[in-house]
Each structure stands twice: as C-alpha cells, then as structure tokens.
Antibody, heavy 124, light 109 residues
Framework: EERLVESGGGLVRPGGSLRLSCVASGFIFKNAWMHWVRQAPGRGLEWVGRIKSKLDGETTGFAAPVKDRFTISRDDSQNTVYLEMNNLKNDDSAVYYC???????????????WGQGALVTVSS | SYVLTQPLSVSVAPGQTAKITCGGSNFGTKGVHWYQQKPGQAPVLVVFEDEDRPSGISERFSGSKSANTATLTISRVEAGDGADYYCQVWDSNRDYPVIFGGGTKLTVL
C-alpha cells in the first residue's frame, strides 16, 4: 500500500523553527516529485512548496509567503522528505500535508497521494 | 496571481446530481484537478486533467471544462459524498505556481 506519514508538528513560538518529516512507503520514492500543502484551521488548501527528484535536479520551489523562510530537502535512502520552517509567524499555523505528484505525469501534475497531516501551531 | 472561484456551498438530495463549478480567467491549456476532503481527513484526488479519474474513484465523479468554467459533476449522490471539494491548477506565476480554489462544501440533504 502506498503511504505518506508526516511527523514533527507541534507548538512553537513566533520567530522559532520546526522541521517536519514525511516518510513514504509502498512506491519508488526516489522518482517522485514531492510537495507540501498546508491548511489553516477552517480554511482552504494552500500550496507551500515542492522538491523534484534527484534525477531532475532536486530543484525546489516555494510560494511567496514562505519563500526565504522555508526549505525542502529529501533523503532518498530514508524515503523521507523534510520541510524546514524558520522565522515562523502566527499565520503559518496550519495542518501541513506532504503530497506526491501523480507518477509519470511529466510536468504540472495533480497530487495523487497525501499524508494525514501534521499540525503546526505558532503562538506565544 | 491567478484566482479560482468556487461557490461556498452546494446542496443536493440523495440520488440527484451535484454540479460544483470552478471559475477561472481563460483556463486555456491549464488542466483542472479536483480534490475531495472529508472532515478531519486528507484531500483525495477525484478528477485530474479536467476529466480523467484516478483508479479507484467512482465513475459517478466526472469533470468538464469550458473556457472560463470547470465543473465537477457527481451523479447519483450518496450521503458519503458530503465533503469539501477543491479545484486546482498550475499557473505560470513563479510566486504562486499552484492555485487552489476556495473550496465548496457539498451538503447531502
């Protein structure tokens, strides 16, 4: 069974840092382009960023609100993608989902596999 | 940045057909994808590239698109279809390349 499991969420003070992990299983992780999507309480979905496969250069991209504060990395030996969040703000409070590009899509793909999410609360 | 507009809510009786719209400014070649999200759960892809269904998704879910409106149609609606539905596209804007609509709450009466 294909699966994504996030961990690392919690309560952090404004200005603080947090690292989320997403462990994949059931598919060939090294080929997958992976994304992070967040959802503030009672709100809609917001794309955070993406990392391509190593074969495609491990290039990352981010939405404007998190650019220069968040980074994404991956460890294919551990089937894990990470979201490093720095200088956190109250507005970053949300459930953070990792998600996979639809395999063999080749470009601007939908997200066909999602984790259960990790809750991040930024508050003093 | 590119904006996708969805109605806040749609209500439908069991067995009827629900249509959820997603308005955009000239979709052109943008593929529209649809997600279903039930309370407390992660989103699930139900339609991609305007009209294709992932494996395992009921054929009751279908999609269509015109120049400025994409539509998710759910036929023979069941109680379990009650959820939030989001449309999504990719845009050429480097600051916001992935756009989600605001979401539509489908209520099964």
């Amino acid at each position: 069974e294909e699966r994504l499991v996030e961990s690392g969420g919690g309560l952090v003070r404004p200005g603080g840092s947090l690292r989320l992990s997403c462990v994949a299983s059931g598919f060939i992780f090294k080929n997958a382009w992976m994304h992070w999507v967040r959802q503030a309480p009672g709100r809609g979905l917001e794309w955070v960023g993406r990392i391509k496969s190593k074969l495609d250069g491990e290039t990352t991209g981010f939405a404007a609100p998190v650019k220069d504060r968040f980074t994404i990395s991956r460890d294919d030996s551990q089937n894990t993608v990470y979201l490093e969040m720095n200088n956190l703000k109250n507005d970053d409070s949300a459930v953070y989902y990792c998600a996979r590009d639809l395999p063999s899509c080749g470009g601007e793909c939908p997200f066909d596999l999602w984790g259960q999410g990790a809750l991040v609360t930024v508050s003093s | 940045s590119y904006v996708l507009t969805q109605p806040l809510s749609v209500s439908v009786a069991p067995g009827q057909t629900a249509k959820i719209t997603c308005g955009g400014s000239n979709f052109g070649t943008k593929g529209v994808h649809w997600y279903q999200q039930k309370p407390g759960q992660a989103p699930v892809l139900v339609v991609f590239e305007d009209e294709d269904r992932p494996s395992g998704i009921s054929e009751r879910f279908s999609g269509s698109k015109s120049a400025n409106t994409a539509t998710l149609t759910i036929s023979r609606v069941e109680a379990g279809d009650g959820a939030d539905y989001y449309c999504q596209v990719w845009d050429s804007n480097r600051d916001y390349p992935v756009i989600f609509g605001g979401g539509t709450k489908l209520t099964v009466l």
